[in-house]
């Protein structure tokens, strides 16, 4: 598939949220969203590459897929992990470091999250369990349903996007605890589902109708930054919806045209190089937002975080992330998102 860079601007956007969120910087109480934007984008993103192998190929290779997803991932986090065991005896010492990196590192954050509130200083990894687990099991999905038509592929994941969505707005109802409904594989997949749906689905907006589209996605985004209520399950079950339709507005906006005024906006360079590098940004702010974050003002935690993350997030794609690329067989892939 084509290398889209305003792809990798969404990711800069979605990462630059969540930072901001975890140091508790006014006005962003609503940045987990950024979290639903990775996944409508690792939906679309990973179905896409599944699906363009399926029609070059007629099959999936499993073992390139896992092969090259663990290449992509498991360095950045293994060396994170081992620099969280090294300092958490100093700057933690409450905490138990080999039982926080091996629920970590075995992707296994986002139940224990759930339902035991742990690994609270690598909370931040439950979203690379969702992830993780929804990566071993697509390449599955799109295998046993490689012989379906684009129109019937269409409407199942449709049907998916429906049933995951009232799956978590009915654990949400049921339960009313936010941590159980929040954190799980099982009740976050609607993102997913809609990034799979995007990626099938024949239908792309003219251009016109994709700058209306990813005009009224961000400004819902905005408006959810600001003002969500953030640890409520009545968002997580119904504001849920909108954050993941916006999310899929604006890729679908940003996939259909290049002429827009936000596209071009989210392939300027900066933007372009930070979602580069959002895989290790994400992985290294969050240890030291919630460190700092009860000790400083929220603005200077943010420019010292997110600094510290951006700074070891180029060396560790300098050194570490784009030696791997020549490891994989199709480098000019995108990667999927975090």
């Given at each position: 598939?084509?290398?889209?860079?305003?792809?990798?601007g969404?990711?800069a956007?979605?990462?630059?949220?969540?930072?901001?969120?975890?140091?508790?910087?006014p006005?962003?109480?609503?940045g987990?969203?950024?979290?639903?934007?990775?996944f409508?984008?690792s939906?679309?993103?990973?179905?896409?590459?599944?699906r363009?192998?399926?029609?070059?190929?007629?099959?999936?290779?499993?073992?390139?897929?896992?092969?090259?997803?663990?290449?992509?991932?498991?360095?950045?986090?293994?060396?994170?992990?081992?620099?969280?065991?090294?300092?958490?005896?100093?700057?933690?010492?409450a905490?138990?470091a080999?039982?926080?990196?091996a629920?970590?590192?075995?992707?296994?954050?986002?139940?224990?999250?759930?339902?035991?509130?742990?690994?609270?200083?690598?909370?931040?990894?439950?979203?690379?369990?969702?992830?993780?687990?929804?990566?071993?099991?697509?390449?599955?999905?799109?295998?046993?349903?490689?012989?379906?038509?684009?129109?019937?592929?269409?409407?199942?994941l449709?049907?998916?996007?429906?049933?995951?969505?009232?799956?978590?707005?009915a654990?949400?109802?049921i339960?009313?605890?936010?941590?159980?409904?929040?954190?799980r594989?099982?009740?976050?997949m609607s993102?997913?589902?809609?990034?799979?749906?995007?990626?099938v689905?024949?239908?792309?907006?003219?251009?016109?109708?994709?700058?209306?589209?990813g005009?009224?996605?961000?400004y819902?985004?905005?408006?959810?930054l600001?003002i969500?209520p953030?640890?409520?399950?009545?968002?997580?079950a119904w504001?849920g919806?909108?954050?993941?339709?916006?999310?899929?507005?604006?890729?679908?906006?940003?996939?259909?045209?290049?002429?827009?005024?936000?596209h071009?906006?989210?392939?300027?360079?900066?933007?372009?190089?930070?979602g580069?590098?959002?895989?290790?940004?994400?992985?290294?702010?969050?240890?030291?937002?919630?460190?700092?974050?009860?000790?400083?003002?929220?603005?200077?935690?943010?420019l010292?975080?997110?600094?510290f993350?951006i700074v070891?997030?180029?060396?560790s794609?300098?050194f570490?992330?784009?030696?791997?690329?020549?490891?994989?067989?199709?480098?000019?892939?995108?990667?999927?998102?975090?």
């Amino acid at each position: 598939m084509q290398y889209n860079p305003a792809l990798d601007g969404l990711r800069a956007v979605a990462v630059l949220a969540v930072v901001a969120f975890h140091c508790r910087l006014p006005f962003t109480g609503g940045g987990s969203i950024g979290v639903d934007l990775f996944f409508v984008l690792s939906g679309y993103l990973i179905t896409s590459i599944l699906r363009s192998e399926v029609t070059e190929t007629g099959t999936v290779s499993l073992g390139r897929f896992y092969w090259r997803r663990a290449l992509r991932l498991w360095p950045p986090l293994l060396l994170m992990l081992a620099a969280y065991a090294a300092v958490a005896p100093v700057l933690f010492p409450a905490r138990d470091a080999v039982i926080d990196t091996a629920l970590a590192a075995t992707y296994l954050t986002d139940y224990a999250m759930a339902f035991w509130h742990e690994p609270l200083m690598l909370g931040h990894t439950w979203s690379l369990s969702v992830e993780e687990h929804f990566y071993l099991l697509w390449p599955l999905v799109i295998l046993a349903t490689r012989s379906l038509s684009q129109r019937a592929l269409t409407v199942m994941l449709g049907v998916a996007f429906i049933a995951a969505t009232a799956w978590r707005i009915a654990d949400a109802m049921i339960w009313q605890d936010w941590y159980r409904t929040y954190y799980r594989f099982d009740t976050r997949m609607s993102g997913l589902m809609l990034g799979g749906l995007i990626a099938v689905m024949p239908w792309r907006p003219k251009p016109e109708t994709a700058g209306l589209v990813g005009r009224l996605a961000a400004y819902v985004l905005i408006v959810g930054l600001l003002i969500s209520p953030f640890r409520s399950p009545g968002f997580i079950a119904w504001g849920g919806i909108i954050v993941d339709l916006a999310a899929g507005g604006l890729i679908l906006s940003v996939i259909s045209t290049e002429g827009t005024r936000l596209h071009r906006l989210l392939t300027s360079r900066p933007l372009v190089y930070l979602g580069v590098i959002s895989y290790s940004v994400y992985l290294w702010h969050y240890p030291l937002s919630r460190l700092l974050r009860y000790e400083l003002p929220s603005s200077v935690t943010f420019l010292v975080v997110a600094g510290f993350a951006i700074v070891v997030a180029a060396l560790s794609y300098e050194f570490i992330e784009k030696p791997l690329k020549s490891m994989r067989r199709r480098p000019a892939a995108p990667e999927g998102a975090i």
